[in-house]
């Protein structure tokens, strides 16, 4: 699975992942390979990325929007604190 995380300024990650860990507006989720297709807002809180060689990488959020559509992660934020 790709990702791609982007604040107005610059891209923070782009690779391939195992998983990633948001904080949706109706609480925390995760996206695995294959998931469905997903639009959804984000809150204040951390994003956790598990790459593909199992390391963790944490950023801290005030808000966004995540897209998932055929194993292509696009995160979207405003402002990593």
Do not use: R
Request: hydrophobic share 40%; charged share 20%; net charge negative.
């Amino acid at each position: 699975m790709y990702l791609d995380i982007i604040t107005p300024d610059k891209k923070i990650f782009t690779g391939d992942i195992k998983l990633i860990k948001v904080p949706g507006f109706n609480g925390s989720f995760e996206v695995m390979e294959n998931h469905a297709p997903i639009v959804s807002t984000l809150t204040k809180g951390e994003i956790k990325v598990i790459s593909d060689q199992g390391n963790e990488t944490f950023y801290t959020i005030t808000g966004g929007i995540i897209e998932v559509l055929k194993n292509k992660v696009s995160v979207l934020i405003e402002v990593v604190i």
